[in-house]
């Protein structure tokens, strides 16, 4: 695969009460990633930015939320999230990363 490509896949890591339980119980990671991706290349890309073996990936779709601001109705962006469990023994830590 291209390196610009891995590169680009992963947008953010998507930090929240329910992935640090998840990250901290079952070793998985959650992160946002482009809407094109496919599961080789997520898998490809966290192994080559973190240094870690990838055990399983899972991709989710989410809709944007529709919200109103002052009576007029809008849309959030769609996005997709990618579950990750690494391998055991491998760690990704998020230390001095913005």
Do not use: C
Not at 47 to 57: C, D, H, I, L, R
Request: hydrophobic share 40%; no cysteine.
């Amino acid at each position: 695969m291209n390196q610009e490509r891995l590169l680009q896949v992963i947008v953010a890591p998507h930090v929240t009460e329910k992935s640090a339980i998840g990250a901290e119980l079952s070793n998985q990671h959650v992160f946002k990633v482009v809407k094109n991706a496919a599961k080789s290349e997520v898998k490809a890309a966290v192994e080559q930015m973190f240094n870690v073996k990838v055990e399983a990936v899972r991709l989710m779709n989410v809709k944007g939320k529709t919200k109103r601001f002052r009576g007029y109705a809008g849309k959030r962006g769609d996005w997709k999230k990618a579950y990750v469990r690494l391998a055991e023994g491998s760690e990704i830590s998020y230390e001095g990363a913005e």
